[in-house]
C-alpha cells in the first residue's frame, strides 16, 4: 500500500497526475519524498489543479506544488489521540516518520480506527460444558454466530484498533484453534499456545511473549461477544496511570420485598423500610489491560484467575481502575446467551446491508 502513494520529488505534475488516476479509490493523496527518502509534502489532486490554474506546467516538479506543511506522526510516539484527531478532521492516510523526517510507513485509518500500542491474549481454553452438546466437538470460541467463529469477532475488533500481535491460549480441543488459525483473520497472524494443565483465566500469560517482554497488555475471554471501544478504554487507562484497568458492565439487583432497616444499636427496632429497592453495582466484564509490572506478579505453571492477580496487585499498591462499557456485552457462556447472541448478530447484519 506503501509504495502506490508515494511519489518522487522530482517527478513532472503530469506523472502525478497519473498516479492518482491509478489509485484504487478513497484517500486520493500521494506522498512526497525527496532523493533521501524524508517526507517532504503532500499532494492531492486538488493541489494540482490549483497549481496549474497558477500557471504551474505539466512538466513541472511536483516539489513546487505540493503541500509542505503536512502533520505526520513518529514511528516511536504514535500516539492514539493523535490519531484520533485526524480521524476527525477526514484525514484517512497518516504518514509515520523517523526521527530524521523519512517515511516509514502509512497507516490507514479508514479501515482501522487506531493504532494502540497494547499486545492482546485471548483466553480459550475452557471446555464450555453449558453449551454442551455444541462443546462436544468443538471448542467454544469456534461455534459460529452467523457465519463467523465467535473468537474471530473479537480479533477482528482488536485487528481494527492497530493491535497485531494477539495470541491465544488453548487447552480444550486445542488442535482446532490451532488449525484455524492456520490462516489469518482481518489480516492477522494469530499465534497460540497450550496450557499442559488450566491455568485459570490469566496464568496462561507466562506462556506468552507478553509475560517476558516490556509493555501493556489486553486480557480478555475469547467467548464474549462485545461492542467495547478498545481505544476509549486504553486511553481511559493512559490517562488515569493505572496499572490494572477492568472493563465493567452495569449490573442492577432489585429486591422485590420491602426492606427493612435494623439499629446498629438496638437489634429490634426498626428505624427504615424501603420497598423495593434497586442496588446497582458494576461487574466484571472479563476484559483487562495489565501493565506488566503486574504481570510480574504471575508464577510460571501455577493457576491464577484474573480476579486473584487483581487482588494481590491491590495488595501490593498498584493502581486499579475500571472503564464502564456503553454498548452490547454478552458472555457467550449457555443456550439463551448463544440465542441472543446470534440473534443481535442477525439483526445486526441485516442493518448493515445496503438497500435493495
Not at 9 to 23: D, F, G, K, P, V
Not at 148 to 167: H, P, Q, S
Amino acid at each position: 500500500m506503501k509504495d502506490k502513494h508515494i511519489i518522487s520529488a522530482e517527478a513532472s505534475i503530469i506523472e502525478a497526475l497519473r498516479r492518482l488516476n491509478a489509485l484504487p479509490g478513497g484517500a486520493m493523496t500521494l506522498f512526497v519524498e525527496d532523493a533521501s527518502g524524508h517526507l517532504v509534502g503532500t499532494l492531492t489532486d486538488g493541489d494540482v489543479r490549483r497549481a496549474l490554474i497558477a500557471g504551474a506546467g505539466l512538466e513541472s516538479a511536483v516539489k513546487e506544488v505540493c503541500h509542505g506543511s503536512f502533520r505526520s506522526v513518529r514511528v516511536d510516539d504514535i500516539d492514539p489521540i493523535e490519531l484520533r484527531r485526524f480521524r476527525n478532521d477526514g484525514i484517512t492516510l497518516v504518514p509515520v516518520v523517523d526521527a530524521a523526517g523519512r517515511l516509514v510507513r502509512i497507516l490507514d485509518i479508514s479501515g482501522r480506527r487506531t493504532q494502540l500500542p497494547l499486545r492482546a491474549v485471548l483466553m480459550a481454553g475452557g471446555k464450555g460444558e453449558r453449551l454442551r452438546p455444541a462443546t462436544l466437538t468443538t471448542p467454544k470460541p469456534l461455534l459460529q454466530i452467523e457465519g463467523k467463529a465467535i473468537i474471530d469477532y473479537n480479533v477482528e475488533a482488536l485487528a481494527a484498533c492497530g493491535i497485531d500481535d494477539i495470541t491465544v491460549s488453548t487447552g480444550y480441543l486445542a488442535e482446532q484453534l490451532y488449525n484455524h488459525f492456520d490462516a489469518s483473520v482481518a489480516g492477522v497472524k494469530v499465534k497460540c499456545v497450550r496450557e499442559d494443565s488450566p491455568l485459570g483465566t490469566v496464568g496462561a500469560v507466562t506462556l506468552t511473549e507478553a509475560y517476558r517482554t516490556p509493555g501493556e497488555t489486553l486480557v480478555m475471554n475469547s467467548d464474549l461477544l462485545t461492542t467495547i471501544s478498545f481505544e476509549d478504554m486504553y486511553l481511559r487507562h493512559r490517562a488515569t496511570g493505572a496499572d490494572v484497568t477492568i472493563a465493567a458492565i452495569p449490573y442492577q439487583v432489585s429486591v422485590p420485598y420491602a426492606i427493612l432497616t435494623l439499629d446498629g444499636t438496638d437489634a429490634d427496632r426498626v428505624i427504615a423500610i424501603e420497598e423495593k429497592p434497586s442496588n446497582s453495582y458494576y461487574a466484571n466484564a472479563g476484559i483487562y489491560i495489565f501493565s506488566d509490572k503486574v504481570f510480574a506478579l504471575l508464577e510460571p505453571g501455577r493457576r491464577t484467575d484474573a480476579t486473584d492477580l487483581i487482588e494481590t496487585a491491590i495488595a501490593c499498591g498498584f493502581k486499579v481502575t475500571y472503564y464502564p462499557i456503553r454498548g452490547t456485552w454478552i458472555d457467550v457462556g449457555s443456550p439463551v446467551d448463544f440465542r441472543q447472541a446470534s440473534e443481535l448478530m442477525r439483526h445486526h447484519n441485516s442493518m448493515s446491508q445496503p438497500n435493495s
